[in-house]
């Protein structure tokens, strides 16, 4: 069974930095589309930041460019976003997600599209 955790969400004041985590088991993440996803209260979900386990190629959604930063261990088979000059606006639950390849090696930043999460983890920003 697929399980993936994250891990690294806390409250920082805006300016500050975190990093989070998201530990997979039940499969080798070499061949997948891991992303992080965030939703705040109220707000739909939305796609924050994605990466190509095989590739490495990486897609940010373009609130948070130049600010976050998605990287892989596979030796570890754990996922980070590093998240630096955090706004109020970051605010939300923070999931990890988890998909198969497909021929093109696109990772959407469109949550339809995975179907392996974690459970979240809280990001609170404030100014």
């Known amino acids: 069974k697929v399980q993936l955790v994250e891990s690294g969400g806390g409250s920082v004041q805006a300016g500050g930095s975190l990093r989070l985590s998201c530990a997979a088991s039940?499969?080798?993440?070499?061949?997948?589309?891991m992303g992080w996803f965030r939703q705040a209260p109220g707000k739909e979900r939305e796609g924050v930041a994605t990466?190509?386990?095989?590739?490495?190629?990486?897609r940010y959604a373009d609130s948070v460019k130049g600010r976050f930063t998605i990287s892989q261990d596979n030796a570890k088979n754990t996922v980070y976003l590093q998240m630096n000059s955090l706004e109020p606006e970051d605010t939300a639950m923070y999931s990890c997600?988890?998909?198969?390849?497909?021929?093109?090696?696109?990772?959407?930043?469109?949550?339809?599209?995975?179907?392996?999460w974690g459970q979240g983890t809280q990001v609170t920003v404030s100014s």
């Open positions: 990466i190509n386990s095989r590739s490495g190629a990486t």
């Open positions: 997600a988890a998909v198969p390849i497909g021929s093109t090696g696109y990772c959407p930043l469109a949550h339809t599209a995975y179907n392996y």
């Open positions: 039940g499969y080798t993440s070499s061949s997948n589309c």
